[in-house]
């Protein structure tokens, strides 16, 4: 297996040379973002070697722990679609991590397995319409009920990503006996996909649906750990998920960084290149510190979950830190990639615009930076006290 810097620069030329063509497709020219330009650049990426950075060797993937995803990753994100192609967007990425904690061999054969190769897509139903579940989980309406042959399961959810065309979405409901997960087939007919919410982020097959359960009849064999642990198997997601998201962002904001710089060297003002004027290099300036300060929090991280596994106090605590300071950082970036290129910075042709839109978002999924930074303030106060 090539080292995860070789790894590293070959999925950065793949992204160069495959991927980012597509990328202006999708963006400029309206090229819809469906499965089967997935299924085309995901086996693009098995043929370029670099598919499948989050799953295992067994399943077809490169076997990466988190630090070596983090090279890799960051080097997939220079594409908004980038992380698709390689099989590490969400929510494929975090529920990868949470079927692989969680799943018996039967599920692994019948979920994970062909999950991790890239073969369908996923969806984890959790968020719910008020006032039912959001950033507080105690809040969850839906409730799945026991029965003789199994478990019926009744609710509402909305903001579910990918649930529109996914093979299998995991639900997470309340039992007697606490939170609980399910998976739930696509094809059952008490699972309803509607509406799909019309968000500012369209990179994501499937988009962020609507969906009902309405007397959702799954077996035993549904339950994904064990009843009444969803959310400590949740935890097994949590801090990997949101330190994935960091990785593919911080990718495209190195990317957003280099068309600014490359821009402005190219145009002038006031009869002397852009970049010569000191408040365009201020701009640059701060971007560089922003892309390093998140790099190094991203790295230290990884090193934290691949030390202390995903479920330590620590690993939740620097995944906490990591994603609330690099989805403001790679924001702050992209605004300035927009300023520094002026009135084109506003117009898609130009891509930063959308990239700016697209990242609006990362500052609410996975962990809104409110409710992170109420959590990070209490666990510093805990040990002071």
Same mark, same amino acid.
């Given at each position: 297996?090539?080292?995860?810097?070789?790894?590293?620069?070959?999925t =950065?030329a793949?992204?160069?040379?495959?991927?980012?063509p597509?990328?202006?497709?999708?963006?400029?020219?309206?090229?819809p973002?469906?499965?089967?330009?997935?299924?085309?650049?995901q086996?693009?990426?098995k043929?370029?070697?670099?598919?499948?950075?989050?799953s295992?060797?067994?399943?077809g993937?490169?076997?990466?722990?988190? =630090?070596g995803?983090a090279?890799?990753?960051?080097?997939?994100?220079?594409?908004? *679609?980038?992380?698709?192609?390689?099989?590490?967007?969400a929510?494929?990425?975090?529920?990868i991590?949470?079927?692989?904690?969680?799943?018996?061999?039967?599920?692994?054969?019948?979920y994970l397995a062909p999950?991790a190769?890239g073969?369908?897509r996923?969806? /984890?139903a959790?968020t719910?319409?008020?006032?039912?579940?959001?950033?507080?989980p105690?809040?969850?309406m839906?409730?799945?009920?026991?029965?003789?042959?199994?478990?019926v399961?009744?609710?509402r959810?909305h903001?579910?990503?990918?649930?529109?065309?996914a093979?299998?979405?995991?639900?997470?409901?309340?039992?007697?006996?606490?939170v609980?997960?399910?998976?739930?087939?696509q094809?059952?007919?008490g699972?309803?996909?509607?509406?799909?919410?019309?968000?500012?982020?369209?990179s994501n097959p499937g988009?962020?649906?609507?969906?009902?359960?309405?007397?959702?009849?799954?077996?035993?064999?549904?339950?994904l750990?064990?009843?009444?642990?969803?959310l400590d198997?949740?935890q097994?997601r949590?801090?990997p998920?949101r330190?994935?998201?960091?990785m593919n962002?911080?990718?495209?904001a190195?990317r957003?960084?280099?068309? #600014?710089?490359?821009h402005?060297?190219?145009r002038?003002?006031f009869?002397?290149? *852009?970049?010569?004027?000191?408040? &365009?290099?201020?701009?640059?300036?701060?971007?560089?510190?922003?892309?390093? &300060?998140?790099?190094?929090l991203?790295h230290?991280?990884?090193?934290?979950l691949d030390?202390?596994?995903?479920l330590? #106090?620590?690993?939740r605590?620097?995944?906490?830190?990591?994603?609330?300071f690099?989805?403001e950082?790679?924001?702050?970036v992209f605004?300035?990639?927009?300023?520094?290129?002026?009135?084109?910075?506003?117009?898609?042709?130009?891509?930063? &615009?959308?990239?700016?839109?697209?990242? =609006?978002?990362?500052r /609410?999924?996975?962990?809104?930076?409110?409710?992170?930074?109420?959590?990070?303030?209490? =666990?510093?106060l805990?040990?002071?006290?």
């Open positions: 297996m090539p080292s995860p810097q070789e790894l590293a620069a070959r =950065r793949f992204v160069h040379d495959r991927v980012i597509v990328e202006r497709e999708v963006v400029v020219d309206g090229r973002m469906d499965d089967a330009l997935r299924l085309e650049l086996k693009a990426a043929e370029a070697g670099v598919f499948g950075p989050m295992a060797v067994e399943h993937g490169l076997g990466l722990d988190m =630090r995803a090279l890799v990753m960051e080097a997939a994100g220079t594409s908004l *679609i980038g992380p698709l192609a390689v099989n590490c967007s929510p494929d990425d975090g529920n991590h949470l079927l692989a904690h969680a799943c018996d061999p039967e599920q692994t054969r019948r999950l190769a073969e369908v996923s969806a /984890i959790l719910e319409p008020a006032p039912g579940a959001g950033s507080d105690r809040m969850l839906t409730v799945a009920e026991e029965t003789d042959d199994g478990w399961i009744n609710g959810k903001f579910t990503t990918g649930a529109e065309g093979a299998f979405t995991i639900c997470v409901a309340n039992t007697d006996d606490g609980t997960l399910f998976l739930v087939d094809d059952n007919p699972m309803k996909v509607g509406r799909r919410m019309p968000t500012l982020d369209h988009g962020h649906s609507e969906v009902a359960f309405e007397d959702c009849v799954v077996p035993d064999s549904a339950v750990g064990e009843v009444g642990r969803g198997h949740a097994a949590l801090a998920s330190l994935t998201l960091c962002w911080l990718g495209l190195t957003a960084h280099e068309l #600014s710089a490359r402005i060297g190219g002038s003002a009869g002397v290149p *852009i970049a010569e004027h000191g408040m &365009a290099q201020g701009l640059v300036a701060d971007n560089e510190i922003d892309i390093t &300060a998140s790099r190094a991203i230290s991280t990884a090193a934290v030390e202390q596994g995903p330590s #106090s620590a690993a605590h620097a995944a906490s830190v990591a994603k609330t690099v989805s950082a790679v924001w702050r605004d300035r990639a927009v300023q520094l290129h002026g009135g084109l910075g506003v117009c898609e042709d130009h891509l930063v &615009a959308r990239f700016l839109v697209e990242a =609006r978002a990362v /609410i999924y996975e962990g809104a930076s409110e409710v992170l930074r109420w959590s990070i303030g209490r =666990r510093v805990r040990t002071f006290q």
